[in-house]
């Protein structure tokens, strides 16, 4: 199958322990992001890498750490876990450099991350 | 500030009756808006886009229709099945920048039987 796909689907862990999340895409895009979704439900960008080079990155914790090691990949590591980290990431892929107008985000089904 | 305001915030409609979504933005230049379906426990899927110069535009049975003058748009879906029970979000993206698209917070379509 053609997709974006993300693990862990749901992680669970405590306050100051330090967590991967991984992503992979087969479609071919150039271009992967992270994205967080609240409990407000807003999508919030993080990172953006084009190629492997970070192309945004949106005032971010540096506790959040994104490493491309090619282009069909994209992994965040997150260090000393804090409760406000809790919520949903969504990793996504599209065609070009950047947001593109003709290419939609291809979103992965998330990671719901718990900090207790 | 870029923002994204969509209404309702939830809605609970029968099987087989039509709604429409609303979406109004503040982003300025505008570059596209596009209409995204989030199931429930799954990621955002593209349904419609519509740049500044479009009025209108359909994905079966989705239509979605954007006045570039008055900053709003609209998702209207017909015929509503089961499977439309989910958060309808809607995304501007601006011209110039770094293009990051702006996400409205989503409106919750629940269709009941």
């Known amino acids: 199958d053609t997709a974006v796909s993300q693990t862990p689907k749901y992680l669970v862990t405590q306050m100051g322990n330090d967590k991967s999340i991984k992503c992979e895409q087969n479609?071919?895009?150039?271009?992967m992001y992270w994205y967080k979704q609240d409990s407000k439900k807003f999508l919030k960008i993080m990172f953006s890498y084009n190629n492997k080079e970070l192309i945004i990155n949106e005032t971010v914790p540096n506790r959040f750490s994104p490493k491309s090691p090619d282009k069909a990949h994209l992994n965040l590591h997150i260090n000393s876990l804090e409760l406000g980290d809790s919520a949903v990431y969504f990793c996504?892929?599209?065609?070009?450099?950047?947001?593109?107008?003709?290419?939609?985000?291809?979103f992965g089904n998330g990671t719901r991350l718990t900090v207790t | 500030k870029n923002q994204v305001e969509q209404s309702p915030q939830s809605l609970i409609i029968l099987e087989g009756k039509n709604c429409t979504l609303q979406c109004n933005y503040t982003v300025s230049p505008f570059s596209n808006l596009r209409w995204y379906k989030q199931d429930t426990g799954r990621g955002p899927v593209s349904l419609t886009i519509?740049?500044?110069?479009?009025n209108t535009k359909s994905n079966g049975r989705y239509t979605a229709t954007l006045d570039a003058d008055t900053k709003q748009s609209s998702l209207h879906i017909t015929a509503s099945q089961l499977s439309d029970s989910a958060s309808y979000i809607c995304?501007?993206?601006?011209?110039?920048?770094?293009?990051?698209?702006?996400f409205g917070r989503g409106t919750s379509l629940i269709v009941h039987p």
């Open positions: 995304v501007v993206t601006p011209r110039g920048g770094s293009y990051i698209p702006t």
């Open positions: 479609l071919g895009h150039d271009t």
């Open positions: 519509m740049t500044f110069s479009e």
């Open positions: 996504a892929s599209s065609q070009g450099v950047g947001f593109t107008y003709n290419s939609p985000l291809h």
